[in-house]
């Protein structure tokens, strides 16, 4: 279990009280989520007992479960959401899966200043698939990527702690690297467009340098074709020194009679438009 002070020294006491006495004690101590272990420790009755008094300020919606055996305590503004917000217990909710994330993709394009439309999904990058989470009006997705421990990441504060963001440049390249999770081609591109004034040139090549290669091959093309030719030319001398073949800018599509971009090793085979 993981317990800030205030709620070790709290625990140590061995308080016996309700369910709705307990939420309230977390609360006032500034923390809003809690494990079902945790409420066992503490709330008052045997584990069905303890368990059926959860449930009841589920129905009251006091309380929800974004996952199993994880509770969070729902202020009154965001009783319409009937959840916290994503970014308010993701972080305490890895500590408890024990787990490395970052705040990914549309979601971190977002808080970099990107947000060209607010993501319907909050996304989060994890070593293997999770199931998405769907609490109230609140969904969170899981995208795998196994190496996610190399990739350079930044820590950010929220109303409940801290959250880990992939870095500008990390987001640039997996927005390419996973254009499906990101509304296609098209809004990535309308994305990197935005995002470009907040990468720097050579944290972009180290995070390329963490990448597959063809991640920098279309994210450089891209980058060009949006207008940011200059932070693009960070990764022309990697893609020519190490690219051995072509590779199609969408992976699915055919590249018969396609375009080929010899700077990039690219072949051009769907077209592109910035909604800028």
């Not at 369910?19 to 609360?27: D, F, G, P, S, V």
């Not at 180290?206 to 991640?215: D, I, K, Q, T, V």
């Amino acid at each position: 279990m993981i317990f800030v002070e205030s709620d070790a020294i709290f625990m140590e006491n061995r308080i016996v009280m309700r369910a709705r006495e307990y939420i309230h004690e977390l609360a006032s101590n500034g923390r809003h989520h809690f494990t079902t272990a945790d409420a066992l420790e503490v709330v008052e009755g045997n584990p069905p007992a303890v368990r059926a008094q959860l449930r009841r300020l589920r129905q009251q919606g006091l309380i929800a479960a974004p996952v199993r055996s994880f509770h969070v305590i729902i202020p009154p503004e965001y009783n319409r959401l009937g959840c916290l917000p994503a970014d308010q217990f993701i972080d305490q909710l890895m500590q408890v899966w024990r787990e490395p994330y970052y705040v990914a993709l549309l979601s971190a394009a977002e808080r970099h200043g990107a947000a060209h439309q607010r993501p319907q999904t909050f996304q989060v990058m994890v070593r293997k698939n999770r199931q998405s989470i769907e609490c109230g009006q609140v969904r969170v997705e899981f995208i795998a990527r196994g190496d996610l421990e190399k990739m350079p990441s930044i820590s950010l504060n929220t109303l409940r702690g801290i959250l880990r963001y992939s870095t500008p440049e990390v987001t640039a390249l997996e927005l390419v690297g996973y254009p499906n999770h990101a509304g296609g081609l098209n809004n990535v591109a309308t994305i990197l467009s935005e995002l470009a004034g907040e990468m720097v040139a050579y944290k972009l090549l180290e995070a390329a340098r963490l990448s597959p290669l063809s991640w920098s091959q279309r994210l450089g093309y891209l980058l060009e074709l949006v207008g940011e030719g200059e932070i693009a030319q960070a990764l022309g001398p990697f893609v020519r020194k190490h690219a051995r073949s072509c590779t199609p800018l969408r992976r699915a599509a055919s590249v018969a009679g396609a375009k080929r971009i010899p700077r990039w090793k690219l072949i051009v085979n769907v077209e592109v438009v910035s909604d800028e």
